[in-house]
């Protein structure tokens, strides 16, 4: 089965360094790899995916990721974090059942950036 | 054009009561899938609806229940509460069914709160 671990439940860091949210992965066959965002009493918003190509995926927000096969791992990163990204981050990967498709999260890792 | 809308925003129920959950996805999507997200966890599969069709199920048990409609709006239907149904209920669009690697359009989810 698919899953997606993130191994930490909180990252913190000041405005204006850079940001890694960690996330590793373990599927069969290729992946596809999502990060999503939730802001407090929010759904969850879509920032960016890995289906194929190439290894550094660019999303909304400034937010990037990289996809590492050996490594088994898919990173969010950011140059510069901003106060308003404290948010919590999920990652994600579809994984496909009989029939139909589901997405597979990660319990989160919230962010915090300090001022 | 609007978003994912979900209704009701918050409710309140006992144990042993039946609630109804809905959702509208964006205009054009065909694929609706609801999310259970306990406090401190990342989102948890229920359904897959696609083309008015259940793609599947996740490990819920038999009180759960959904539909699709021609429109492609979906009701979630939870029977006999228990407190630890108290949750974020999210429902997501997308496009296709998910072989696409299609990004998921969530709503801001119904709170349920059982007592």
């Not at chain 1, 913190?12 to 590793?24: M, S, Y």
């Not at chain 2, 401190?40 to 699709?68: L, M, T």
């Not at chain 2, 069914?97 to 299609?102: F, L, N, Q």
Request: aromatic share 14%.
């Amino acid at each position: 089965a698919q899953s997606v671990a993130q191994p930490e439940d909180q990252v913190n860091v000041a405005e204006g360094n850079p940001l890694t949210v960690k996330c590793t992965y373990s599927v069969s066959g290729n992946p596809y790899l999502f990060w999503y965002v939730q802001y407090p009493n929010r759904g969850l918003q879509f920032l960016l995916k890995y289906i194929t190509g190439d290894n550094l995926v660019k999303g909304s927000y400034g937010f990037e990721a990289e996809f590492n096969k050996s490594q088994t791992s898919f990173h969010l990163k950011k140059p510069s974090a901003l106060v308003s990204d404290s948010a919590l981050y999920f990652c994600a990967v579809r994984d496909y059942f009989g029939g139909g498709f589901k997405t597979i999260f990660g319990a989160g890792t919230r962010l915090f950036v300090k001022a | 054009d609007a978003g994912v809308t979900q209704s009701p925003t918050h409710l309140i129920k006992t144990r042993g009561q039946q609630v109804t959950l809905r959702c509208s996805p964006i205009s054009g999507h065909k694929s609706v899938s609801w999310y259970q997200q306990v406090l401190g966890q990342g989102p948890q599969f229920i359904f897959q609806y696609y083309e008015k069709e259940e793609r599947g199920r996740g490990n819920f048990p038999d009180r759960f229940s959904a539909r699709q409609f021609p429109n492609y709006s979906s009701e979630l239907n939870v029977n006999a509460l228990l407190l630890g149904d108290s949750a974020l209920y999210l429902c997501a669009s997308s496009l296709g069914w998910g072989s696409d690697g299609g990004e998921l359009f969530f709503g801001e989810g119904s709170r349920l709160t059982v007592l």
